[in-house]
């Protein structure tokens, strides 16, 4: 597919191509969303009783994903399409893993991971917006793009907590986002020409 570095020139495809990647795009989102889910539930359930409010923190961002999650498959199916069962499947274990080893993995491994993730979930819904909008799926792009502004505020908030922890030091971290506004001054720039 496309990476972050070709967003910039990011090309207008043909309709039906463009139909093809987004369908794509959406199944590979919604079987993400779940391994997200899956994660977060067991990065929440990891946190000591004393922490009530990162644990509700985390449990939020859960449920955002899944409300992400459930918009992402009435899209599929308003398009005729459905999540594909084998990419499910593989997120389903991949997320399932993730949340198991949080339980054993300390704190820090599961807020940088999560931070990294939220990251490349902005792009990619930047990618959706520009797909829907070359697929003619105009009614789909300002919910792809206030999703990957939630992804931001996701980000923003691994991000905090990963910088808090005294291994931030020695560990680089990922790359910061643009400032939020830009999602959608890219996506509106793009759309013009």
Request: proline share 4%; charged share 25%.
């Amino acid at each position: 597919m496309f990476k972050q570095k070709d967003l910039p020139q990011f090309p207008k495809l043909e309709k039906e191509k463009a139909r093809k990647l987004f369908i794509r795009g959406l199944q590979n989102a919604n079987a993400g969303k779940l391994a997200a889910a899956l994660a977060y539930t067991g990065h929440f359930k990891s946190l000591f009783v004393f922490d009530k409010k990162e644990k509700a923190e985390i449990k939020k961002i859960r449920d955002e994903e899944l409300h992400h999650r459930h918009r992402i498959r009435v899209m599929l199916a308003e398009m005729g399409a459905k999540p594909r069962l084998s990419r499910e499947i593989l997120m389903a274990c991949i997320g399932g893993t993730i949340g198991f080893l949080c339980l054993f993995g300390g704190w820090f491994i599961p807020m940088y991971g999560a931070g990294q993730l939220e990251s490349t979930n902005i792009f990619e819904y930047e990618v959706a917006a520009r797909l829907a909008h070359s697929a003619g799926q105009n009614l789909y792009v300002d919910e792809l793009l206030a999703f990957g502004e939630l992804e931001w505020d996701h980000e923003v908030y691994f991000r905090k907590k990963t910088e808090s922890h005294f291994l931030a030091r020695w560990v680089p971290l990922w790359q910061s986002p643009d400032p939020k506004p830009t999602i959608r001054n890219l996506y509106e720039s793009w759309a013009k020409n």
